[in-house]
């Protein structure tokens, strides 16, 4: 959350997480470079510059994977959701070891000319035009500086100062990266990799972030939100429809997402997009008061839309009345952080 | 080519560098209070402008301007995820494809061809 900016706002679960995080990159390298060189079978003996570079490669390839299955995951199934809480680590991380790989490639194929490496890289292949032999090492160039971006701007400020949807729009550049790098590997190393594991790795990896991700679309179509109904004030639920302490969400003509809770016998309504990274708070549960984002924790008085003190985060508010059974929301958000009086149910009024 | 190409990425570096120097010096103070004395996280913070300096620029401008919060900051990019998604699953598997036919020893038995000629030819 806000207040003073640190470097990074440490707590017991980003240490687990990172830990898990560094044990596994350290074993995939150990694995790579002490264990498995026989099972990867390279027909020419190598030397140990390009089995790094190989190590770290295919290290950051694995990683990138995992981190473009988590969001689907998250979304086919809630238990996936600690695995989102951490991912801009995870995110940093991946760049810092792409980078080890891009060091590894340009320190030992492009070191012994007099041409500087990175021109060498830029200059060595220009067959554009053709699949076989394309110059896939501009592939992951591109991959390289999008995934540095990325994690240049993971920083908290940048979310603040960039605001979410920027920001947002900033890091869909993970998907063309993705993409990027799958063709980096697809007409590299695949063209000349003869082990069925490592090919099953490469190609198997990739299928699984597509078969996630088209089936998080079609999950996302079948569990819509409701759409919010009328002229002025909107129809978003029913009475009977409401739990103590959780939330209905409803879309407002807008295409922006409300959610109304129930909390102590009262209704109150909120944005659905937390001030961070557009968290679906109405997906979050009330506890004294306050709704905590699923995916990030942070929280939110939801009759005020103020984050508790010291804390400074607010969301818009939104007017609720009663019409019979039916609740209803004035479309038009409230500023950020507006306190609206809560609505009592019937039964729970006086 | 390249080394044009290497020539303006070092320009555009070196203009990030003195937008760095300015905004985390100045103008970080003046648009976010959370900044305000704080300064460890600062370091931090200079690749990204490095990267990004136009950006930055533009935000800067615009929260001296216009203020910090807008409404837009509510409107989460939702539809992009299809699109974007989508997009990528064809991209690799059209990628994916082209890599494993221009494999040379794919389906089998296929000599291998020479491409270029090599140096000793």
């Not at chain 1, 687990?16 to 470079?33: A, K, Q, T």
């Not at chain 1, 949807?165 to 697809?186: M, N, Q, S, T």
């Amino acid at each position: 959350m806000s207040v003073k900016y640190i470097p990074v706002q440490w707590n017991p679960n980003k240490w687990f997480y990172d830990g898990i995080m560094l044990v596994g990159v350290f074993v995939f390298l150990w694995v790579f470079l002490e264990i498995a060189p026989g099972v990867l079978s390279h027909e020419r003996p190598i030397n140990p510059q390009i089995h790094n570079a190989r190590a770290f490669g295919a290290c950051a390839f694995v990683m990138l994977t995992i981190i473009l299955c988590i969001g689907p995951l998250a979304r086919l199934d809630r238990r996936f959701l600690p695995l989102l809480y951490n991912r801009r680590h995870f995110g940093v991380m991946t760049a810092a070891v792409a980078l080890t790989h891009a060091n590894y490639v340009l320190g030992w194929y492009f070191a012994f000319s007099h041409i500087p490496p990175l021109e060498g890289l830029l200059s060595a292949n220009q067959s554009y035009f053709q699949v076989a032999g394309f110059p896939f090492e501009l592939l992951g160039l591109f991959s390289l500086i999008c995934l540095l971006l990325l994690a240049v701007t993971s920083h908290d400020f940048w979310l603040k100062f960039l605001t979410a949807p920027v920001w947002k729009r900033i890091h869909f550049l993970i998907y063309p990266a993705y993409a990027a790098l799958v063709g980096h590997v697809a007409l590299g190393i695949l063209q000349d990799q003869q082990t069925h594991m490592v090919s099953a790795l490469f190609i198997g990896g990739p299928v699984l972030v597509c078969v996630l991700h088209l089936l998080a679309v079609v999950h996302g179509r079948v569990k819509a939100d409701r759409i919010a109904k009328g002229h002025g004030w909107l129809a978003v639920a029913n009475v009977a429809e409401m739990q103590e302490g959780r939330a209905k969400i409803a879309r407002l003509p807008d295409g922006n997402r409300v959610a109304v809770f129930l909390h102590e016998g009262k209704l109150s309504a909120i944005s659905n997009a937390c001030a961070h990274q557009n968290g679906p708070l109405g997906e979050g549960r009330i506890v004294d008061c306050l709704v905590t984002c699923p995916w990030h924790g942070f929280q939110y008085d939801v009759r005020t839309g103020q984050s508790p003190a010291p804390f400074t985060e607010r969301v818009p508010t939104f007017a609720v009345r009663l019409n019979g059974k039916i609740i209803e929301v004035d479309p038009t958000p409230n500023p950020p952080g507006t306190p609206v009086k809560p609505v009592p149910l019937p039964e729970a009024a006086p | 080519m390249a080394a044009t190409l290497v020539l303006l990425g070092k320009i555009w570096l070196w203009a990030g560098a003195a937008v760095a120097a300015v905004f985390l010096t100045f103008g970080l103070d003046r648009i976010d209070e959370d900044a305000q004395e704080a300064y460890v996280f600062r370091p931090l913070l200079i690749p990204g402008v490095l990267m990004i300096w136009p950006l930055v620029l533009w935000r800067w401008w615009h929260i001296e301007r216009h203020g910090d919060i807008t409404m837009a900051r509510y409107s989460p990019v939702r539809s992009a995820h299809t699109a974007a998604a989508v997009a990528m699953s064809i991209a690799i598997i059209l990628v994916l494809s082209f890599g494993w036919n221009a494999r040379q020893d794919w389906p089998g038995d296929v000599a291998p061809v020479q491409m270029t000629k090599g140096s000793d030819e």
